[in-house]
Nanobody
Framework: QVQLVESGGGLVQAGGSLRLSCVAS????????MAWFRQGPGKEREFVSR?????????????YYVDSVNGRFTISRDNAKSTVYLQMNSLKPEDTGVYYC???????????????????WGRGTRVTVSS
């Protein structure tokens, strides 16, 4: 069983920065492909409506993003600490939402952008960006 715990959310003004962390309670974290999704206010409270934000392969060799955050957000991982990060800069009000960490057991380097691809989810951390 994989448990994921997110932290680092909060209230920030537009143009500001936040760093999200997700700690995984699992053996061999390096076997897992990780990603961040978000769910905006007013969205359906089902995981299939979560928007892909960023993903990173098991060894950190492949990082990829949704177009709207490319150049502003950076996903990274520290396999020794079983942690994945999301550095968010130049935040915009439209980045507001609950951010979820997700994991899938795989060693492939393909991209996984569909929430149905992921087997494990955290409970989320809320990010609010004021204008």
């Amino acid at each position: 069983q994989v448990q994921l715990v997110e932290s680092g959310g909060g209230l920030v003004q537009a143009g500001g920065s936040l760093r999200l962390s997700c700690v995984a309670s699992v053996r061999a974290f390096s076997n897992y492909h990780m990603a961040w999704f978000r769910q905006g206010p007013g969205k359906e409270r089902e995981f299939v409506s979560r928007e892909f934000v960023a993903g990173i392969s098991y060894n950190g060799g492949n990082a990829y993003y949704v177009d709207s955050v490319n150049g502003r957000f950076t996903i990274s991982r520290d396999n020794a600490k079983s942690t994945v990060y999301l550095q968010m800069n130049s935040l915009k009000p439209e980045d507001t939402g609950v951010y979820y960490c997700a994991a899938i057991f795989t060693h492939t380097s393909r991209q996984y952008k569909d929430p149905k691809d992921y087997d494990y989810w955290g409970r989320g951390t809320r990010v609010t960006v004021s204008s």
